[in-house]
């Protein structure tokens, strides 16, 4: 029986630094989508006409109701075989970032409908319209309500950016992998980058909590 042998991992350090770096790129990317696209999602479900909202609830059960690593390749591997061929790196993106999308829609649209309604008659009766009440007073609350929550979906999304490596992907897991096709040491690498992924766990807990003190400040 082999014990465990650490002096592997450095030859391949720059492997892993740079599955690393594409871990965090897929991160904050699919992460900006998540939210941009959440915050459209909860403004249609609550405000559009049924026409529109049914098909965008239906798309939310839809990612809701599948397993992510599904969704990943209906959209690299099913897109591409009608013609619409993406490149990995973008559908991991989109794959991820509607992914929890939905989940930040569901959470976002809870935030909205907390809103005090007084909120929203103060609003109207100072002059503003509809769009700018939602604009300047009921959604900048909703987020900050649900910073907690939408923080918990981000550091989900930071683990399960590893999915990712199925299509092709150079992150984390995916430059392991990699390691280990020719050292033939899988404990040293897995180690490694469970290591890694809990120091990126750490950094991004700390940023959540540093956004949620300045958040309660600026009250």
């Known amino acids: ?29 699919a992460a900006a989508i998540s939210f941009v696209f959440g915050i459209v999602f909860a403004l249609v479900v609550l405000y559009a006409p049924k026409s529109v909202a049914l098909p965008v609830r239906g798309f939310m059960w839809l990612f809701m109701g599948t397993p992510l690593l599904l969704q990943l390749f209906l959209i690299y591997y099913g897109l591409g075989q009608l013609g619409f061929k993406i490149p990995a790196l973008i559908a991991g993106i989109i794959g991820l970032g509607l992914h929890f999308a939905v989940y ?30 939602l604009r300047y007073f009921i959604v900048p609350q909703a987020i900050r309500n649900t910073i907690p929550a939408m923080g918990n979906n981000l550091i989900v999304l930071l683990k399960e950016s590893s999915l990712v490596s199925i299509i092709g992907i150079a992150e984390l897991v995916h430059a392991a992998q990699l390691a280990i096709s020719e050292t033939f040491r899988p404990f040293e690498f897995y180690i490694t980058v469970a290591a890694l992924y809990y120091i990126l766990n750490l950094v991004l807990e700390a940023g959540l909590r540093q956004v949620e003190k300045n958040v309660e400040v600026s009250r």
């Open 1 to 29: 029986m082999q014990g465990l042998d650490f002096s592997v991992v450095p030859p391949y350090a720059d492997i892993l630094w740079m599955g690393v770096w594409w871990t965090v790129v897929l991160t904050i990317s």
């Open 104 to 133: 930040n829609a569901d959470i976002l649209r809870a935030g909205i409908v907390a809103v005090d309604a007084g909120q929203t008659e103060g609003a109207r009766s100072l002059g503003f319209g509809r769009m700018q009440t």
